[in-house]
Antibody, heavy 122, light 106 residues
């Protein structure tokens, strides 16, 4: 079964750090772009960032709201992607979803994980 | 790119035709997708490239475009379609979602 499983969420104080993980199952992980999307409580969806695939040198893109604080990395040998979050703010409180980019000309999010909750609070 | 989605909510009866619109602040070709999210669940891809139905999605869902205006249509609303719907532009970075449309069943 094709699926994504996130882990690593939790409660952290403002200014702290947290590392989220996303494991992929049932597909060729290295072929795909992978993204993080978050959703603050009661709010809409917000794109966080992207890791391109091996063919595109694993380059990354970030939303302005997290650039310089968050870093996306991946280890294709472990079929995993990571989100290192530093200098966390209360406004980073959200459910964080890992998503898979669809193969082909349109890299949309065809598979989503169940989400992991990050709470930034003192 | 700002995606303005309307309406923010709607209530309709089973069997009704429902239309949701996203307007882009500039041209985005057809780089637009639609997602359905039910409470407490992850979103699900419905439509990509403005009008392509994702595999496994019921044919009552369809998408269309006219310039910078994009439309998601549910031809005959079903009880299981109660959810929030989002559009997403992937024309350029940062990728941006519409604000969402909550669809309720009367």
């Amino acid at each position: 079964e094709v699926q994504l499983v996130e882990s690593g969420g939790g409660l952290v104080q403002p200014g702290g750090s947290l590392r989220l993980s996303c494991a992929g199952f049932g597909f060729s992980f290295s072929d795909h772009y992978m993204d993080w999307v978050r959703q603050a409580p009661g709010k809409g969806l917000e794109w966080v960032g992207r890791s391109r695939n091996k063919a595109n040198s694993y380059t990354t893109e970030y939303a302005a709201s997290v650039k310089g604080r968050f870093t996306i990395s991946r280890d294709d040998s472990k079929k995993s992607m990571y989100l290192q979050m530093n200098s966390l703010k209360t406004e980073d409180t959200a459910v964080y979803y890992c998503t898979r980019g669809k193969l082909g000309n349109y890299i949309v999010f065809d598979i989503w994980g169940q989400g992991t909750t990050v709470t930034v609070s003192s | 790119i700002r995606m303005t989605q309307s309406p923010s909510s709607l209530s309709a009866s089973v069997g009704d035709r429902v239309t949701i619109t996203c307007r882009a602040s500039q041209g985005i070709r057809n780089d637009l997708s639609w997602y359905q999210q039910k409470p407490g669940k992850a979103p699900k891809l419905l439509i990509y490239a403005a009008s392509n139905l994702e595999s496994g999605v019921p044919s009552r869902f369809s998408g269309s475009e006219s310039g910078i205006d994009f439309t998601l249509t549910i031809s005959s609303l079903q009880p299981e379609d109660s959810a929030t719907y989002y559009c997403l532009q992937d024309y350029n970075y940062p990728l941006t979602f519409g604000g969402g449309t909550k669809v309720e069943i009367k």
